[in-house]
């Protein structure tokens, strides 16, 4: 380190340690993204239809 500063990668690992040491960061998130991160196409596109056919079956019987 020069003068003082720390360099972009350093800067990026250092921050990089400190999301991990907190496991309700987003890096730990449980969120939609993490679902569909977890399921692959597949997954997802089964939860997509699941949910059209879900509201298209509330609006039928619900209005």
């Known amino acids: 380190m020069q003068d003082g500063k720390e360099s972009p990668e350093y800067r990026r690992e250092r921050m990089r340690q400190e999301e991990l040491k907190h496991p ?3 890096v730990h998130g449980s969120g939609l993204s993490d679902l569909v991160g977890g399921l692959g196409w597949k997954g997802t596109l089964i939860i997509v239809i699941v949910l059209i056919l879900a509201l298209i079956i509330y609006s039928l019987f619900f209005r």
């Open 24 to 26: 309700s960061s987003s």
